[in-house]
């Protein structure tokens, strides 16, 4: 009788551990298209302005994930092919509407002296009414793109005073925290972006 209750907490013990072992384990996600940082980066303070000339300061990334983005307005090509994607993303994402809600995407121009405030809010309006976008200082917005990795140059303008800024397409994923979480890099598609984020956003929240 001795053994038997011996063998049966025994049992009990060797289930309720490997049930507990599940239960907290850490979830292994199968990431698509996202590089995640072993260890989140903490942004230095920011200093910018919205569409609606309202500062936009490190506190107002919080409490959301953030999807960030450098561009231009007058860019031809890369700017509005990252606006698409990041539609094409949100609308990948209305099976969800708790984590699509918790879900925002900023455009920081690398071109202020053109793209003011307004001039921004006029142009996001084409892709979606609750696109951020964001201009500061030259400085300032060199000071948070070196944090997230982005670097850009304007080349000379031609005769007819038209002119390129060469910068980095990859999108910086921020959490809630206001952390530097993980980066998408390269040409990638919406549905495996939204596939990624989701299962962060389920992990992470």
């Known amino acids: 009788m001795q053994r038997l209750v011996l063998f049966s907490i025994a049992v009990i013990a060797l289930v309720g551990g490997y049930h507990w072992g599940n239960l907290h384990a850490?979830?292994?996600i199968a990431l698509l298209a996202a590089s995640l940082l072993e260890d989140p980066i903490?942004?230095?303070?920011?200093a910018l302005q919205d569409q609606f000339g309202e500062p936009f300061d490190n506190q107002r990334l919080a409490d959301r994930w953030n999807l960030v983005m450098f561009g231009y307005t007058r860019s031809r090509n890369d700017s509005p092919a990252l606006l698409k994607l990041s539609t094409?993303?949100?609308n990948r994402m209305a099976d969800r509407p708790e984590l699509q809600e918790n879900f925002r995407v900023l455009f920081v121009t690398v071109d202020p002296e053109h793209d003011t405030p307004e001039v921004l809010g006029e142009f996001l309006m084409f892709y979606r009414d609750d696109f951020v976008g964001l201009t500061a200082e030259p400085a300032y917005i060199r000071a948070f793109a070196g944090q997230l990795?982005?670097?850009?140059?304007?080349?000379p303008a031609n005769k007819e005073g038209d002119y390129r800024i060469d910068h980095s397409t990859s999108m910086a994923l921020v959490d809630p925290h206001g952390r530097?979480?993980?980066l998408f890099t390269g040409r990638v598609d919406a549905a495996s972006i939204a596939h990624d984020l989701k299962l962060i956003m389920d992990k992470y929240d």
Do not use: E, H, M, Y
Not at 42 to 46: E, S, T, Y
Not at 149 to 155: A, E, L, M, P, S
């Open 26 to 28: 850490p979830k292994n």
């Open 42 to 46: 903490v942004l230095q303070p920011i």
């Open 88 to 90: 094409q993303i949100l």
């Open 149 to 155: 990795g982005v670097r850009f140059q304007r080349r």
């Open 180 to 182: 530097l979480f993980g």
